[in-house]
């Protein structure tokens, strides 16, 4: 579906058609023209087809400690607070409070989006997730994705994004798998309104993309 790859294609048909046209005034292309355009075909079909067939399952977790989506976590928040403004208004009682325990780091994830192919099959879900220790990933969630030659990831700013803009990640060579977690560059913080995008850098078309939505 993508220019290069249709450009590709009418230059393969060109080429033997200009062949066949060849054979017929000269003998000694007629005694090889089967051997060469057996040849020509079996190597338009390792080029074109043998990279799509590569599955590559891959799992990876970089933060390891539980996840709460945004809302929820902002209302928590404010519970809490609206629990300790009571709480400051009540006298305190004259035994003496239990000691405190230090709550588990979490987690907040700020958006999720469900992964959809473009003219390829995808399914699953993508996730921007910030850890307790400030650093920011982007995490894959029972997914696949068609495999394609070169595929590249990107995250931008903006819906449905389907051209390569925002920031590149480097390969996305992972056609499926259960969690897989992608670090995301220091001062990049997608969330809501920004798209995930794979892209085929070999015949520049997009492969599949997941549009944020606030957690």
Same mark, same amino acid.
């Given at each position: 579906?993508?220019?290069?790859?249709?450009?590709?294609?009418?230059?393969?048909?060109?080429?033997?058609?200009?062949?066949?046209?060849?054979?017929?005034?000269?003998?000694?292309?007629?005694?090889?023209?089967?051997?060469?355009?057996?040849?020509?075909?079996?190597?338009?079909?390792?080029?074109?087809?043998?990279?799509?067939?590569?599955?590559?399952?891959?799992?990876?977790?970089?933060?390891?400690?539980?996840?709460?989506?945004?809302?929820?976590?902002?209302?928590?928040?404010? +519970?809490? &607070?609206?629990?300790?403004? =009571? $709480?400051?208004? *009540?006298?305190? %009682?004259?035994? @003496?409070? /239990?000691?405190?325990?230090?709550?588990?780091?979490?987690?907040?994830?700020?958006?999720?989006?469900?992964?959809?192919?473009?003219?390829?099959?995808?399914?699953?879900?993508?996730?921007?997730?910030?850890?307790?220790?400030?650093?920011?990933?982007?995490?894959?969630?029972?997914?696949?994705?068609?495999?394609?030659?070169?595929?590249?990831?990107?995250?931008?700013?903006?819906?449905?994004?389907?051209?390569?803009?925002?920031?590149?990640?480097? +390969?996305? &060579?992972?056609?499926?798998? =259960? $969690?897989?977690? *992608?670090?995301? %560059?220091?001062? @990049?913080? /997608?969330?809501?309104?920004?798209?995930?995008?794979?892209?085929?850098?070999?015949?520049?078309?997009?492969?599949?993309?997941?549009?944020?939505?606030?957690?």
């Amino acid at each position: 579906m993508s220019g290069r790859g249709i450009a590709t294609t009418a230059a393969g048909i060109v080429v033997v058609l200009l062949f066949l046209f060849a054979a017929r005034f000269r003998p000694a292309i007629q005694r090889v023209a089967p051997f060469v355009l057996t040849a020509g075909v079996l190597g338009a079909a390792i080029y074109a087809e043998v990279p799509f067939e590569r599955t590559s399952t891959q799992n990876k977790t970089l933060v390891a400690e539980p996840v709460v989506d945004a809302a929820d976590m902002a209302s928590t928040t404010t +519970a809490s &607070t609206l629990s300790t403004a =009571t $709480t400051s208004r *009540v006298p305190p %009682p004259a035994t @003496v409070p /239990p000691p405190t325990t230090a709550l588990p780091p979490t987690a907040v994830r700020h958006s999720i989006g469900d992964l959809k192919g473009i003219n390829h099959s995808a399914s699953g879900t993508v996730s921007v997730i910030e850890a307790a220790s400030g650093a920011w990933v982007l995490r894959f969630e029972n997914f696949t994705v068609q495999g394609v030659p070169a595929p590249v990831l990107y995250v931008a700013e903006g819906d449905d994004v389907r051209d390569p803009a925002g920031t590149n990640l480097g +390969a996305f &060579t992972a056609t499926k798998g =259960t $969690t897989l977690d *992608v670090a995301l %560059p220091e001062g @990049v913080e /997608p969330g809501d309104g920004w798209t995930v995008l794979v892209w085929c850098e070999k015949f520049a078309t997009p492969v599949a993309n997941a549009t944020q939505h606030a957690a």
